[in-house]
């Protein structure tokens, strides 16, 4: 489901969908289990960097999103931080929901 959901992003922003191989199945799948992102984080995380203008053309792949990954959670985190004009105090990285709350659409 996630291999697919960043394919249908990426035809969606007007690029040619990403053929969803081994490797595309592989990365997807060290996300959950190497990394113990759960699929509503990288879901979260397709959509914010797809929206992302600056994101959008770096993010074509899942190998590129996990490699990407902890860059796109601190920028999320730091784009919520000015949307609410505070400094939001720093967080156990052990507690990853914490963090990958802030992944979502600007």
Known sequence: RLCVHLADRVEGNDSLRPR???????????????????????HKAID????????RPHIMSMTKLREKYDQLRLQAAREQTSQNGRHQPFQNPKNQDDYDGELRAP
């Not at 595309?24 to 990288?42: G, K, S, Y």
């Not at 914010?48 to 994101?55: A, H, K, P």
């Open 48 to 55: 914010w960097c797809q929206d992302s203008e600056w994101w």
């Open 20 to 42: 969803i191989g081994k490797t595309f199945r592989d990365a997807a799948r060290l996300m959950l289990d190497n990394d113990h992102r759960t699929e509503a984080q990288i």
